[in-house]
């Protein structure tokens, strides 16, 4: 089958994520105990890590895997190279996988639309090979795509060897591994990831098994809305689960819990609850400023005009301990002196957000608007009146 080659998406589109692996001069809380090997908790819309257990342990991601596999199928639908309604054939290969099965076999042709339900709602891992050799053309192409795709998005403790999560030697990775692909699965995706949420899919013609998703969690919580379960006897019982609750004054507030080597299905399912009820109660979310407003006009120097706008495209969210919003503070720390040209989302300062006098995060400040460099005159004008400051 000819390969549809999906664009890998780098590092340069992370940069609004760099805040979430900064250590915070704030004291973390105490988080409950948690009975998993590993486990992350995440503030996704603040960008910030509330609770954090061996999260570099190099360990088996079983059918978490196929959060990439999907991250690789969402990009080639993007770029129009396949289509939800295309059907792609069932290789023996794919027919015969062991495991979580969506039951299809090679005297069908499915749809992309189809595959996706199957490998994310039944976790198939037929479904999965189906839609893997569709993208990538061979199961060996495809892992090659994911690798370079983990290396792009800085997943530096991930090695993948196949598409659907079945134990092979030199396949592991890492909680945070797995929270930069969740994280970036739902960001540059969000068209798609409704197919998380699903509860419940049974391909027609196929048997009613293995229809109920295993995310017990969606049954559970009305806002919990993904994202994937796995599990093999290597890995144990694994969850990364996502939730958006409504808060006064911010909006939608997401954590995303990534919990590895739970003990069984049901464990895996009370830690994670247990880990997503905690962020929401030991942590509150304040708003500074909303998307795109400025936090101030700044001098610029040598350009066609003398302030420019500077903010965050993004709203201005940060989570602090729970009763300690009225202790928040910002301080701007600008790149001084600003110099035109100026391009627009060029970074030119730090927010610092304290609580009292400790500091719980610092955001990078973006130029809201370009500003040119201006005539002759003007720049001779400013460069004596920069000499003589």
Aim: overall charge positive; hydrophobic content about 40%.
């Amino acid at each position: 089958m000819k390969p549809v080659f999906s664009s890998l998406r780098t590092l340069a589109l992370t940069a609004a994520l760099a805040p979430l692996w900064a250590s915070a001069q704030i004291a973390p809380l105490q988080p409950p105990e948690i009975a998993a090997h590993t486990y992350m908790l995440v503030d996704v819309t603040a960008n910030q890590v509330l609770a954090s257990k061996d999260v570099d342990a190099q360990v088996e991601p079983a059918s978490l895997t196929k959060l990439m596999t999907a991250y690789l199928v969402f990009d080639a639908l993007r770029a129009k190279k396949i289509t939800l309604e295309q059907r792609l054939p069932v290789s023996e290969l794919a027919w015969k996988m062991p495991g979580s099965r969506m039951f299809i076999d090679p005297k069908m042709q499915v749809a992309v639309e189809d595959l996706l339900k199957g490998m994310i709602v039944q976790s198939g891992n037929d479904a999965t090979m189906a839609l893997a050799e569709g993208v990538g053309g061979t199961k060996d192409n495809f892992v090659r795509l994911m690798n370079e795709q983990a290396k792009a998005l800085g997943m530096t403790g991930t090695s993948y060897k196949n598409p659907e999560g079945l134990t092979e030697a030199g396949h592991y990775t890492t909680a945070r591994d797995l929270s930069i692909l969740a994280m970036r699965l739902m960001r540059d995706f969000p068209e798609y990831t409704h197919y998380y949420s699903i509860k419940e899919y049974r391909y027609q013609g196929t048997p009613a098994a293995n229809s109920r998703n295993r995310n017990t969690l969606l049954f559970r919580d009305p806002s919990v809305d993904g994202l994937k379960t796995g599990h093999t006897n290597a890995a144990g019982y694994c969850l990364v689960s996502t939730a958006n609750r409504e808060i006064p004054n911010v909006g939608g507030r997401r954590l995303l819990s990534i919990l590895l080597g739970a003990a069984s299905d049901n464990a895996r399912a009370n830690e994670s609850q247990k880990l997503l009820n905690w962020g929401y109660t030991a942590y509150d979310a304040v708003k500074l400023f909303d998307a795109g407003q400025p936090m101030e006009e700044a001098q610029i120097w040598k350009g066609s005009q003398g302030t420019i706008k500077v903010g965050r495209e993004a709203a201005t969210v940060v989570t602090v301990p729970s009763g300690s919003a009225g202790k928040v503070t910002t301080q701007l720390v600008r790149t001084d002196p600003l110099m035109a040209p100026i391009t627009k989302g060029q970074q030119v300062g730090t927010l610092k957000v304290l609580v009292g006098d400790q500091v719980a995060a610092e955001l990078p400040v973006l130029a809201l608007e370009a500003v040119n460099e201006g005539g002759f005159f003007r720049r001779l004008w400013d460069s004596i009146r920069l000499w003589i400051r």
